[in-house]
C-alpha cells in the first residue's frame, strides 16, 4: 500500500476561523512533509518531520502549526489565516530519517484544497 | 545549492507523437534526479527516479528519462503519447534537500 490520504478534500474557512488538515500513512515511514502548491506552481516545502520530531520550518508563518501525534499522522492547525494562504496543502512521506536521505522517493497524497475567504 | 530548469513551461503534442520534456539541474554534489506527475486537482505521483545506477531509467506509463552528466541534464521522454498523458509533470532535484522544478503542462491534442 503506497497510499497517503488527507482530509478533506476541500476547506472553506474566513480568516478567524481555525481549522486543522490530517495526513495519514501506513507504509511505516519515518519522514513526512507538507508542502503548499499555488496554482500553476510547483510544490513549496513548509515542513518536515522526522521520527515524529520537526526537522525542518521552512520559515513558515506561525499561523500555520503542525503537529505529529504519531508516525502514521502528521496535523497542520490553521489559524488567523490570509487570503493569499488559500492554496492546495500536500502532504508526501518518505521512507528514511528525514530529508537528508537524497534517495527517497516520496510519496505524496491527493492533497486538500483551501480557500480563505 | 542545487536547482532544476524546465524549458518550457507547456509542451503541446499530438496523440502518437513523441512526448520529449526538458529538464536540466544544477548541484554541488551528486545529484539524484525525479520525475513527478500531477494530474488536475490530485497530489504528486512519481514516475522514475535516478539514483546514480543505470542512466537510463525505465518508468510507469512508458515514461523513461536519461542522466546525461556532461549535459546537466535528465530529459523525460515517452515514443507515443496518449490522450491521458495531459498533466502536469515536475522534474525534481535532491541532494541536500529537494527542489522542484517549475513545471511543464503537456497537452495531447487528438
Known amino acids: 500500500d503506497t497510499e497517503v490520504t488527507q482530509t478533506p478534500k476541500h476547506l472553506v474557512m474566513g480568516m478567524t476561523n481555525k481549522k486543522s488538515l490530517k495526513c495519514e500513512q501506513h507504509?511505516?515511514?519515518?519522514?513526512m512533509y507538507w508542502y503548499k502548491q499555488k496554482a500553476k506552481k510547483p510544490p513549496e516545502l513548509m515542513f518536515v518531520?522526522?521520527?515524529?520530531?520537526?526537522?525542518i520550518n521552512e520559515s513558515v508563518p506561525s499561523r500555520f502549526s503542525p503537529e505529529c501525534p504519531n508516525s502514521s499522522l502528521l496535523n497542520l492547525h490553521l489559524h488567523a489565516l490570509q487570503p493569499e494562504d488559500s492554496a492546495l496543502y500536500l502532504c508526501?512521506?518518505?521512507?528514511?530519517?528525514?530529508?537528508?536521505?537524497?534517495?527517497?522517493?516520496?510519496?505524496f497524497g491527493p492533497g486538500t484544497r483551501l480557500t480563505v475567504l | 545549492a542545487q536547482s532544476v530548469t524546465q524549458l518550457g513551461s507547456h509542451v503541446s503534442v499530438s496523440e502518437g507523437a513523441l512526448v520529449l520534456l526538458r529538464c536540466n539541474y544544477s548541484?554541488?554534489?551528486?545529484?539524484?534526479l525525479f520525475w513527478y506527475v500531477q494530474y488536475p486537482n490530485q497530489g504528486l505521483q512519481l514516475l522514475l527516479k535516478?539514483?546514480?545506477?543505470?542512466?537510463l531509467v525505465k518508468g510507469i506509463n512508458g515514461f523513461e528519462a536519461e542522466f546525461k552528466k556532461s549535459e546537466t541534464s535528465f530529459h523525460l521522454t515517452k515514443p507515443s503519447a496518449h490522450m491521458s498523458d495531459a498533466a502536469e509533470y515536475f522534474c525534481?532535484?535532491?541532494?541536500?534537500?529537494?527542489?522542484f522544478g517549475a513545471g511543464t503542462r503537456l497537452t495531447v491534442k487528438p
Open positions: 548541484s554541488s554534489v551528486p545529484p539524484y
Open positions: 518531520y522526522s521520527y515524529e520530531k520537526l526537522s
Open positions: 508526501a512521506s518518505s521512507q528514511g530519517g528525514g530529508h537528508l536521505k537524497s534517495t527517497d522517493t516520496q510519496y
Open positions: 535516478y539514483t546514480s545506477a543505470a542512466t
Open positions: 507504509m511505516g515511514h519515518r519522514a
Open positions: 525534481a532535484v535532491s541532494a541536500n534537500d529537494m527542489r
